[in-house]
């Protein structure tokens, strides 16, 4: 049998090869340091795992859901003003199986075969995913030290402005932990009309922002629910990545095509979830903000750490995760990661996975606690790779 030509876009090979050395040193009883996968190790709030308890135990709630649950779309628009100042209407809100799901189904839902889609590189490889399931044209923006990791949409030819159906933006991004400076917005927005893109926000670290800064949401923007949409995820705010609970947000025809499309293969979000996402909306906030400190911690543990042992880590301004570039003298950031793994235990995420202009770079999730993080640098000294 012959398989869709579009699989040939997808490969895990990278991660594969890496989750194979991990098996296969962890049968020998090596101690392994796994700071690859971005799934926060903090508990989800008790209120949250109760509402989903209660929900559960309801036979009713385990028939087809068929919709959003009105009051979760309530509790959505209340999250919103609350939180970030931005008046919602529930028809500019439908619930997504996380990220993930939403932006697949959105380039399904937008886009027909040789559109131009615009990502940056590097981005969370999703975005990319996206594209190719759409079967469109990716054009990749760059993300670089010199900008700050930020996009400038100046760079982008006119051509290439003209020719694009949205463009997707991540800040806090993930993987470099840039954080939006003031007014990239707006310099977003003017682009946009200026071209007729829409703006694809994904927000989902607003929650996890360092040094006193304070997350925002890209919709908070005069202009932004007629020129975008943006993603919102409890995921890594509440600890309930499982779950899959997203919301695409903003403009109404996007989210009422990417609506369309969803009703013609799912049956709605398991209701239990939906009273879940309902109790973290509603609910309190305190270790949202307290996780946010322990995180810095690590951050902090992880670059002034490494500082010490000669490997310059700039402290990342927001996200669960740290941009490290590779120590001197490494060239591959595959072979680096292998190396690390093999002879200190330690385990990342080559920058290559995310794009070429993240060759250079390995992705650290900030997923252990300061005094671990200590222990996997100790290893990576001990092990003698930063003085090879």
Same mark, same amino acid.
């Given at each position: ?157 006119? +051509? ?46 607003? +929650? ?126 595959? +072979? ?53």
């Amino acid at each position: 049998m012959k398989f869709a030509h579009k699989l040939n876009n997808f490969g895990a090979e990278i991660f594969a090869a890496l989750n194979e050395k991990k098996l296969e040193l962890e049968k020998t009883g090596r101690v392994i340091y796994n700071m690859s996968v971005g799934t926060p190790d903090f508990e989800p709030p008790a209120h949250i795992v109760q509402a989903l308890r209660e929900a559960a135990a309801d036979p009713q709630c385990w028939k087809y859901a068929l919709r959003d649950l009105p009051e979760m779309l309530e509790a959505v628009c209340g999250y919103y003003k609350r939180r970030f100042g931005v008046d919602l209407l529930p028809e500019q809100i439908m619930s997504c199986y996380g990220t993930q799901e939403g932006v697949g189904h959105l380039a399904m839902a937008l886009c027909d075969p040789g559109d131009l889609v615009l990502l940056p590189d590097p981005c969370y490889p999703v975005f990319q995913a996206g594209v190719f399931l759409a079967e469109a044209t990716p054009w990749y923006y760059p993300l670089t030290k010199e900008t700050g990791f930020l996009p400038c949409v100046n760079e982008i030819p006119e +051509d290439v402005a003209h020719r694009a159906k949205f463009m997707i933006v991540s800040l806090p991004a993930n993987p470099v932990g840039s954080v939006a400076r003031p007014g990239i917005y707006e310099e977003l927005i003017a682009w946009a009309k200026k071209y007729d893109v829409l703006i694809v926000h994904d927000n989902a670290y607003s +929650d996890i922002i360092f040094d006193g800064e304070k997350g925002g949401s890209f919709l908070a923007v005069p202009g932004a629910l007629e020129t975008g949409v943006e993603f919102f995820s409890l995921s890594k705010s509440f600890n309930v990545t499982g779950a899959r609970i997203s919301f695409l947000i903003g403009r109404r025809d996007v989210v009422d095509a990417v609506r369309l499309l969803r009703s013609q293969i799912d049956f709605g979000m398991f209701l239990p979830i939906q009273k879940a996402a309902i109790a973290a909306l509603t609910g309190p906030v305190d270790s949202v903000k307290e996780q946010c400190r322990l995180y810095q911690e690590r951050r902090d543990a992880l670059c002034l750490g490494a500082a010490e042992l000669g490997w310059d880590i700039p402290l990342g301004k927001g996200s669960m995760f740290v941009w490290a570039p590779l120590p001197a003298g490494k060239t591959s950031s595959m +072979d680096f990661c292998m190396e690390l793994l093999e002879k200190a235990g330690v385990l990342c995420t080559p920058g290559s996975s995310f794009g070429p202009r993240g060759e250079g770079y390995v992705r650290f999730a900030l997923v252990l606690p300061p005094e671990k993080i200590r222990e996997a640098l100790l290893a990576i000294d001990e092990s003698g790779l930063l003085r090879a």
